[in-house]
């Protein structure tokens, strides 16, 4: 069964710009999650898609948006970025409950 | 405010020995815990949970125990490979059901031959 996918892997942008990621999750699995890793903050969480309802959300400004396909496919909007936007986004999906299953990541750089 | 904390930001270990990694955490309300392994470039991947209601869990190499009163849980790898060497996360949730993990910082692992 493949992984979890997400496109672009690696993505550059400047400042004001806005960028689309998106992400294939395992197949059958429902619930779609997404995290910024950066140096400074680590791993956090962004938000929670399960049947194309977003579910939870994190500490991030509404710059960050996200939205689900009936499909499960997932995919995140950043508007506006800033230079501290800057980071690897993973996308993560699970069947129910349990343990997620991470992608590979698209690394994003803001100049 | 760190809710999942792991202090230790690197480890060395050699080949054959334990490798212990230890993560706190704050809130009371974590109902499940979870440790990922990290290789650069690369998504977290999952190693081993644990339940609120338990307090040891193992799969092969990989035993996690959880001390609630301490609020403090620990991943033992034994005997350790040197295709062990990563960066382990540990992270919480307030249930089995919720996507919402809080990670910890991480801890890079390195096992020598």
């Known amino acids: 069964k493949a992984g979890v996918t997400q496109t672009p892997r690696y993505l550059i942008k400047t400042r004001g710009q806005q960028v689309t990621l998106s992400c294939s999750p395992i197949?059958?699995?429902?619930?779609v999650s997404w995290y910024q890793q950066t140096p400074g903050q680590g791993l956090q969480f962004l938000f929670e898609?399960?049947?194309?309802?977003?579910?939870n959300k994190g500490n991030f400004p509404g710059r960050f948006s996200g939205r689900q396909f009936s499909n499960s496919r997932s995919e995140m909007n950043v508007s506006t970025l800033e230079l501290g936007d800057s980071a690897l986004y993973l996308c993560?999906?699970?069947?129910?409950?349990?343990?997620?299953?991470f992608g590979p990541g698209t690394r994003l750089t803001v100049l | 405010d760190q809710q999942v904390k792991q202090n230790s930001p690197s480890l060395s270990v050699q080949e054959g020995r334990i490798s212990i990694l230890n993560c706190d955490y704050t809130?009371?309300?974590?109902?499940?815990f979870l440790w990922y392994k990290k290789y650069p470039a690369e998504g977290p991947t999952f190693l081993i949970s644990?339940?609120?209601?338990?307090d040891k869990n193992e799969d092969g190499r990989f035993t996690v125990f959880l001390n609630k009163s301490a609020k403090h849980l620990s991943l033992h790898i034994v005997p350790s490979q040197p295709g062990d060497s990563a960066v382990y996360f540990c992270?919480?949730?307030?249930?089995?059901?919720?996507?919402?993990?809080?990670f910890g910082t991480g801890t890079r692992l390195q096992v020598f031959p």
């Open positions: 644990i339940s609120s209601i338990k």
């Open positions: 993560a999906s699970r069947l129910s409950g349990g343990e997620q299953f």
């Open positions: 992270a919480a949730s307030y249930s089995y059901n919720t996507d919402k993990l809080i």
């Open positions: 898609y399960f049947s194309e309802t977003q579910r």
């Open positions: 809130n009371s309300m974590f109902d499940y």
């Open positions: 197949s059958g699995h429902r619930s």
